[in-house]
């Protein structure tokens, strides 16, 4: 993302471990943005009060917004409140809110009679770019897990290799099911819901299976094809085979493909990200070295 950066993120990249959970520092700093943008209209585009005697906007009507808040969020307080910390998948999707309906004022003009300025002309594009540079640089400056993307979406940010062999675009392994299992998996990993980001592993084991039908559709004959047609070393291929296996087991033992009550569920969002870092991997390198990524 862009905008400004502060000394210590201009020298260098941020080494601190990313953060979850927001704190109350974070989410102070989401009710001021808000709040300033409540003041300076920038939400008059969406909910507009408008002068008695011309049927233009003058401000932003702050109940109007809080009403239509209210109604998409009930399980956060309004007004903001910095004391008021909500749970943190709730207070990342008031951030999407506000992205949605935030714009700039881009042309006032004055009404002499009533004694304030009329909103002209609004700039959505350039309100929503400037309102992502700002929580995006508090993101950052608190060491949070998450961006806003272009489009609105708050994402979490994968730490690790991992960031750098996922792919941004379409997958083309030559198998459409394979395809869409692998694309259902990476979009989901990046998302900031715990229970989505746990389906994203499913997923992700799902194209496991698939993965080992491509050569041959019974899966002990083709794993073993796809193995030797991705790794001539024996060793090596020895050593993925054996984690192959193992993988396989971990998505029996835990409740990743199986929901019986004797499962182990993956509670944690480090484990998550561990168990999806190891299964890519496996599926990443046999895909890439028959031809397939």
Known sequence: MGGFRYLGEREGPQQEPLRDEIGQAFWGGIAATVGTRINNGAFAESFPEQCPEY??????NAEALGQAFRAEHPNVAWPL????????????EAIEFFHLHVSQVAERGWHDYFRHHHLLRFDRVGGQHEFRDVLNRMFRRNQLAYE????????????????????AGPFNTGDGDLDRLLRQARDRIYDPDLETRRDALEKLWDAWERSKTLLDPDKRRGVQELLRAAIAEEPIRTLVETEGRALTDVGNQFMIRHAEVDKVPVAESDYIDYLFHRMYSLVWLLLKRTGRL
Do not use: C, D, F, K
């Open 55 to 60: 049927p233009v906007s003058v401000a932003t």
């Open 81 to 92: 409140n910095e004391a008021q910390v909500p749970r943190t998948l709730a207070a990342l």
């Open 148 to 167: 806003i993307a272009e489009n609105g979406e708050v994402r979490r940010i994968i730490q690790g290799p991992l960031n750098v062999i996922l792919p």
